[in-house]
C-alpha cells in the first residue's frame, strides 16, 4: 500500500476573531497550493465563516473537540451532526489540554472519536505522554494505552481516523522532540495500529508540539511521521504556511 499524503493541520485553540481569521486565511489561501492536504481547526463561533472563506478551495476546517452524545442535555457541547452541518472535515479529540483541563479519559475520547466518525466528520486523536511520564520511561505504555481504547470501541472504522502524537512537553513550550524520538514514538502507535488493521499503513501519523518552519521538514521526512499538528505557528500565515509546504 503506497504512503499516505501528508497532512497538516492548524490548531487555533483559543484565539481569533473574524477580523484576524479572515486575514490569516487569506494568507494561508495566497501562499499556496500546497502538495501536501492542508487544514484548520478553529473555536466552533467561527466554523461558518470558515466554510465561506475555504468553501471554494482545497484547505479544509474542523473543530477542536466534539461532544460524545449525539443529543440531550449537556449544556455547552456541540455534536457531530452540527460540525458537519459546518462543513466539516476534521474534529481534534483528546488533545492534551482537554484531557488536563478537563479530566477526559481515554474512553471518552474513544468515545468522541466514534461520534465524530459516524456523521462523516474525521476524529484526530491526540495521544502524548507528560515530561514526567517519559523521564520515568512510561512513554510507549502512556501513548499504547490511549490508542488502545480508540481500537477498541472503533474496532474497524480504525484505518479511518488521524492519530497526532503530541508530547505533552513539547506542546507550546518551544522543545520540539528530536525526530529520532518523534519517530520511535510513530513507529510505535504504527505496529500497535498493524495489529489491528490491515490498513494501517494508510492511516495518517501526524507529530504535534512546537513544529516551526525551521524544524519541520526533517521531522515530516520520518518514515512514520505524515505530517503535523500545528499550534502556535499556525496563527502567523507565513509560518503555517512555510509548514505546509515543507510537507509538500
Ligand atoms: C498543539 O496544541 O496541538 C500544538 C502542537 O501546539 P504547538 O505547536 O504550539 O506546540
Known sequence: MSKPKKLVVGNWKLHGSKAANAQLLSGVLAAGPYAADVGVCAPFPYLADLQAQLASSAVTWGAQDVSAHEQGAYTGEVNAAMLAEFGCRWAIVGHSERRAYHAESDQLVADKAKAALAKGVTPIVCVGETLEQREAGHTE????RQLSAVIHTLGACIAEIVVAY???WAIGTGKTA?????QAVHALLRAQLAAATPKASTIRLLYGGSVKPDNAATLFAQADIDGGLIGGASLKAADFAAICRAAG
Not at 505504555?141 to 499504547?144: H, L, R, S, Y
Not at 528530536?178 to 518523534?182: L, N, V
Request: proline fraction near 17%; avoid cysteine; charge should be negative.
Open 166 to 168: 503530541e508530547p505533552v
Open 178 to 182: 528530536t525526530p529520532e524520538q518523534a
Open 141 to 144: 505504555e502512556v501513548v499504547k
